[in-house]
């Protein structure tokens, strides 16, 4: 899968919930996995339909983000992996009469999710980082210890090419279980050129090889300015180098990845440096995403904003400005909750005040061995209402419509609506907000790419 958003049409998506026009842009090679029939599919018996359809792909910001548009006894028409179109199952099961018919048994469906922030290619979990927090060692204690994001380099850095598909595999069918369809992936444990590479050709194996069967998809994100490696201790200078020189020329010409995300925070890489590395990115023809303003308020939110980034990613710490640029540029907050809770962070993005003033919010899991072990979007939506005071509604949008926005694939996911990918999550459940309510509980019942 390959995406390609030209400088001109991410400048059209500025101010995407001020009613311009959307952006489309072309999918390559997605092929529809378990299609079963070259004609058209009933989808049907399903108690109620969520669309997120009102009538375009723009995301939804402010007030309007709580509306799902949803259809009760519905059901939906499919040709060739496209939405023909969908209504009351009454008048559709007359329309297409003979049409090959799948039963969604008076299941709650939504469009597939979206997660677009993860880091699923890693090569052994960090378990041990998690005991030692519990018994009150600090970051840098941890770190001491072997600990930390650089035991995940060290591991990946040994991991065979195998090893690492075989667990990004593990990895992605557990996303895939929780209702994913579409997950942003990123790079960022290798920090040399030969295992960034590495770790994006294991995302574009998956793609080539598995995602059809599995019914989960990557958009490849390089994170090769993910931290310092060890190597490079003292020569931060040298490795943003190797970042602008070798690694982000090396990746684009060998079409790897789609975007370039860099981590912008204090004692890692600066706002000077976050700039440098990530116009270097664009000038290569690469979208870019930040993290931003995670532990302190540095001004990568600021930064992404300026540079029309898709996202910038955490914001914890985005003050009154950095809110207000992010709403002027279009550029999409892509809140992680999970992370947020699992390092015990007292401060929560100011999620309210990023949709009160049109932000467009989207939601992700940041699934990563270290600072969020969570392939559930639903725990995230828990997470999301309890502590960022979201509605359980406007968790959906924000893992669906706004999501598909933050990754710039709006025109082919995130909503049921005529022309999009035919690709639907199940849910047990009668309402949408039971997901966000059945906390530790998993309600999907699977993701159909019918
Ligand atoms: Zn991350």
Same mark, same amino acid.
Request: proline share 4%.
């Given at each position: 899968?390959?995406?390609?958003?030209?400088?001109?049409?991410?400048?059209?998506?500025?101010?995407?919930?001020?009613?311009?026009?959307?952006?489309?842009?072309? $999918?390559?090679?997605?092929?529809?996995?378990?299609?079963?029939?070259?004609?058209?599919?009933?989808?049907?018996?399903?108690?109620?339909?969520?669309?997120?359809?009102?009538?375009?792909?723009?995301?939804?910001?402010?007030?309007?983000?709580?509306?799902?548009?949803?259809?009760?006894?519905?059901?939906?028409?499919?040709?060739?992996?496209?939405?023909?179109?969908?209504?009351?199952?009454?008048?559709?099961?007359?329309?297409?009469?003979?049409?090959?018919?799948?039963?969604?048994?008076?299941?709650? $469906?939504?469009?597939?999710?979206?997660?677009?922030?993860?880091?699923?290619?890693?090569?052994?979990?960090?378990?041990?980082?998690?005991?030692?927090?519990?018994?009150?060692?600090?970051?840098?204690?941890?770190?001491?210890?072997?600990?930390?994001?650089?035991?995940?380099?060290?591991?990946?850095?040994?991991?065979?090419?195998?090893?690492?598909?075989?667990?990004?595999?593990?990895?992605?069918?557990?996303?895939?279980?929780?209702?994913?369809?579409?997950?942003?992936?990123?790079?960022?444990?290798?920090?040399?050129?030969?295992?960034?590479?590495?770790?994006?050709?294991?995302?574009?194996?998956?793609?080539?090889?598995?995602?059809?069967?599995?019914?989960?998809?990557?958009?490849?994100?390089?994170?090769?300015?993910?931290?310092?490696?060890?190597?490079?201790?003292?020569?931060?200078?040298?490795?943003?180098?190797?970042?602008?020189?070798?690694?982000?020329?090396?990746?684009?010409?060998?079409?790897?990845?789609?975007?370039?995300?860099?981590?912008?925070?204090?004692?890692?890489?600066?706002?000077?440096?976050?700039?440098?590395?990530?116009?270097?990115?664009?000038?290569?023809?690469?979208?870019?995403?930040?993290?931003?303003?995670?532990?302190?308020?540095?001004?990568?939110?600021?930064?992404?904003?300026?540079?029309?980034?898709?996202?910038?990613?955490?914001?914890?710490?985005?003050?009154?400005?950095?809110?207000?640029?992010?709403?002027?540029?279009?550029?999409?907050?892509?809140?992680?909750?999970?992370?947020?809770?699992?390092?015990?962070?007292?401060?929560?993005?100011?999620?309210?005040?990023?949709?009160?003033?049109?932000?467009?919010?989207?939601?992700?899991?940041?699934?990563?061995?270290?600072?969020?072990?969570?392939?559930?979007?639903?725990?995230?939506?828990?997470?999301?209402?309890?502590?960022?005071?979201?509605?359980?509604?406007?968790?959906?949008?924000?893992?669906?419509?706004?999501?598909?926005?933050?990754?710039?694939?709006?025109?082919?996911?995130?909503?049921?609506?005529?022309?999009?990918?035919?690709?639907?999550?199940?849910?047990?459940?009668?309402?949408?907000?039971?997901?966000?309510?059945?906390?530790?509980?998993?309600?999907?019942?699977?993701?159909?790419?019918?």
């Amino acid at each position: 899968m390959r995406v390609r958003v030209s400088r001109a049409e991410s400048a059209r998506s500025r101010g995407a919930c001020e009613g311009r026009a959307p952006v489309r842009e072309g $999918v390559r090679r997605m092929r529809n996995g378990s299609r079963r029939s070259d004609g058209t599919v009933l989808l049907r018996n399903i108690a109620r339909l969520v669309t997120l359809d009102h009538g375009d792909d723009a995301p939804r910001c402010g007030s309007a983000m709580g509306d799902l548009a949803v259809v009760d006894r519905a059901a939906v028409a499919v040709r060739a992996g496209r939405i023909l179109e969908y209504g009351p199952e009454r008048a559709l099961v007359r329309r297409y009469r003979g049409a090959a018919v799948r039963d969604a048994e008076q299941a709650l $469906v939504l469009p597939g999710l979206v997660d677009p922030h993860t880091h699923p290619v890693f090569a052994a979990n960090r378990v041990g980082d998690f005991k030692r927090r519990l018994a009150g060692a600090t970051y840098q204690e941890i770190a001491a210890a072997g600990g930390g994001i650089l035991s995940s380099v060290r591991a990946v850095r040994e991991a065979s090419d195998a090893r690492l598909r075989r667990t990004l595999e593990a990895h992605l069918l557990r996303l895939g279980r929780h209702g994913v369809a579409l997950a942003e992936a990123k790079s960022g444990y290798g920090l040399s050129l030969r295992d960034e590479v590495r770790m994006l050709e294991a995302i574009g194996w998956w793609n080539r090889r598995r995602a059809d069967a599995a019914g989960i998809w990557l958009v490849p994100t390089c994170l090769a300015a993910h931290s310092v490696p060890p190597e490079y201790r003292g020569r931060r200078a040298d490795y943003v180098e190797l970042v602008i020189g070798s690694i982000l020329p090396a990746v684009r010409r060998r079409h790897l990845a789609e975007r370039a995300d860099v981590f912008c925070e204090e004692g890692v890489f600066s706002v000077a440096e976050s700039r440098r590395i990530l116009t270097a990115a664009r000038d290569l023809g690469l979208r870019l995403t930040v993290h931003a303003d995670q532990l302190s308020a540095l001004g990568g939110g600021a930064l992404a904003a300026e540079l029309g980034a898709d996202s910038a990613d955490h914001l914890e710490y985005a003050d009154r400005r950095t809110i207000a640029a992010l709403a002027r540029a279009g550029t999409a907050a892509v809140l992680l909750p999970g992370s947020t809770f699992f390092l015990q962070m007292k401060r929560w993005a100011p999620a309210r005040k990023m949709i009160d003033s049109g932000v467009v919010v989207a939601l992700a899991t940041d699934f990563n061995p270290g600072s969020s072990p969570v392939a559930s979007p639903a725990a995230c939506m828990t997470l999301a209402c309890l502590h960022l005071k979201m509605t359980p509604e406007e968790c959906v949008t924000a893992f669906t419509l706004n999501a598909a926005y933050a990754l710039r694939m709006q025109a082919e996911f995130g909503s049921i609506r005529p022309g999009k990918r035919a690709v639907f999550s199940l849910w047990r459940a009668e309402e949408p907000a039971e997901i966000a309510y059945a906390f530790g509980d998993n309600l999907c019942e699977g993701v159909w790419w019918v």
